[in-house]
């Protein structure tokens, strides 16, 4: 082929372990849901912010130096995100990537999350507690695309990487890792049921 791809953005994604991790989200559910029912401050930021959902963001936002179960959830993501610095050939020059926020997203019907990107972070992602059947995936945007000038628009038949947005399903079990420049949303849950995930940061130090 006389055409090639340049620059590529890579995202991560994979199960948290390779046997299903129903123990490990059993406590992490029950401790997101805890935390929504204790966290006054969060509730009222999440009620300015976060229109029909919680977040724990403002408030409680390194569960992973808070709580053993967090802890043993940054153990295993410490993992991953080692495997995503070697895909992108990152030289940390010896100094590690070190988890520096973690926080709880609950998002139940119509609740979104608009377009943002995470400053001041190096590695960005979501690992998934909850994810019934038809909630929103995790939905990536070009990052050329404020770049684009008199560029017709591509064909709804296009794929990959010949479109302006890309949606990586939320699977229970599962993390997915970007770098933190890279703009992305969740659309508004049109389902019933909860969609509960944790976002957390890495930071180069």
Partial sequence: MPTRSLFPTIVYSAPLQTRPAHAL?????????QLRLDDRAGQRWSKKNYAGGYTSYSSAHRMHQISPTFVDLSRKLNRHVEKFVASLSLDLS???????????NIMPFRAAHTSHLHPLSTISGTYYVQTPPGCAGLKFEDPRLDRFMAVPPSHSSARGPARGWAT????TGHVILFESWLRHEVAASSITEERISISFNYNWF
């Fill in 94 to 104: 010896g100094r590690p990537l070190v988890m520096t926020d973690c926080w709880v």
């Fill in 25 to 33: 989200n059993t406590r992490l559910l029950a401790e997101c849901l």
């Fill in 168 to 171: 990586l399903p939320a699977q």
